[in-house]
């Protein structure tokens, strides 16, 4: 059995501690995506979600803190366990719940589902349910993006079981043929559907995996939302200032299977509880608030309760929207 590997906060280089406003961002950030995938999960195990179903509780770093290191008009798109990413995008949890449920009340009128949503408004493009799919069209983003003559930056986030698909080395060599701007981000959760890294990859730190395209990489803490934040910073202004792709891989770790159907036995209960109990990235942030005196314990249950009434609310407006009309089933395909 692999034993949980994430890399260690006290390894970074020190840095100054942000402000209130900031912190509070990510922690309801973070916190309405964990919020949002429990009642997910729950509305799955009441048959109300059909399909495939992947939750990102755990890895809420990674999305809030490459969130908080790209700007206006710069692009997202991710695999298959992509609510997280939505939500970190600024999609509204009621179309994303009302999407997961099947409702036409949803990005993409009830019939993506989990894996197939998207905003164009916010420039995320997916969701993407075939391993590996989103490299190349990732790619394609960025080289839209040089080719437009605009600053704008990718990013492209896939796992570590989608670092060993061949298509990831084909856009790794045209992105740096052609200097094109998008930050590779590898998800390294260490269990890809079920297999851990140690038993798959050759070559189990990711963020070399770029060295023969003289592509180059970093290790971060994924589960700390300052690190991802600040790696992302670096990664965002290397590719503004024209120098090509980078990757960043995040040690980041899921605390639920696979998906939904997944029961997780190839790990132990014990090796989640001690992630949840030592690395959790909510958890990190709440602690720094506290003991730094920037919010109070009542702070923070105010901000839990307001979330909670947004997440209840997606729930029910999901629900309560009605289905697609069969006529939809004609709509948005290439005859």
């Known amino acids: 059995m692999a034993k949980a ?5 006290a390894a970074a280089p020190p840095r100054p501690m942000p402000g209130k406003d900031a912190l509070l961002r990510y922690y309801r950030e973070m916190l309405l995506i964990r919020r ?32 908080a ?23 509204d949890p009621a179309g994303v719940m009302a999407e997961l449920t099947g409702r036409s009340g949803g ?12 905003s164009r408004e916010k420039n995320f493009f997916g969701g993407h349910g075939i391993v590996g799919a989103q490299l190349p069209l ?19 986030y896939f796992g570590d079981g989608a670092a060993n698909q061949g298509q990831v080395y084909e856009s ?19 269990y890809a559907m079920g297999t851990a890294i140690s038993r798959s990859s050759a070559e189990t730190h990711l ?13 971060v803490d994924g589960m700390d939302v300052l690190a991802v934040r600040d790696a992302g910073d670096r990664a965002v202004k290397w590719c503004r200032e024209g120098k090509g792709p980078i990757i960043l891989e995040m040690k980041t770790y899921r605390y639920r299977g696979h998906s939904m159907s997944d029961p997780a036995k190839y790990r132990t209960r014990e090796e989640v509880d001690h992630v949840r109990e030592t690395a959790d990235p909510i958890d990190h942030v709440r602690k720094m608030l506290l003991e730094s005196k920037l919010s109070s314990e009542d702070e923070l249950k105010e901000i839990d309760k307001d979330i909670r009434a947004v997440v209840n609310h997606a729930a029910e407006f999901a629900q309560s929207s009605p289905e697609p009309d069969p006529s939809e089933l004609w709509t948005d395909t290439i005859h």
């Open 36 to 67: 949002f995938e429990e009642k997910a999960g729950q509305l799955y195990g009441m048959g109300l979600i059909g399909g495939f179903c992947h939750l990102y509780i755990g890895q809420e770093a990674v999305v809030v803190g490459m969130q």
């Open 207 to 219: 963020y070399k995996r770029g060295a023969s395209f003289n592509i180059p990489g970093e290790e």
């Open 138 to 156: 990732g790619t394609g983003l960025a080289f839209s993006n040089k080719y437009k003559g605009t600053d704008r930056v990718c990013l492209t």
């Open 172 to 190: 790794f060599n045209m992105a740096e043929l052609w200097k094109l701007p998008v930050v590779y981000v590898i998800e390294n959760n260490q």
């Open 107 to 118: 990005y993409s009128k009830g019939k993506g589902g989990s894996m197939h949503m998207f």
């Open 5 to 9: 590997d994430t890399a260690s906060r």
């Open 69 to 91: 290191a790209i700007g206006e008009g710069d692009q997202v798109i991710t695999a298959y366990r992509d609510h997280g990413h939505m939500l970190a995008c600024g999609m």
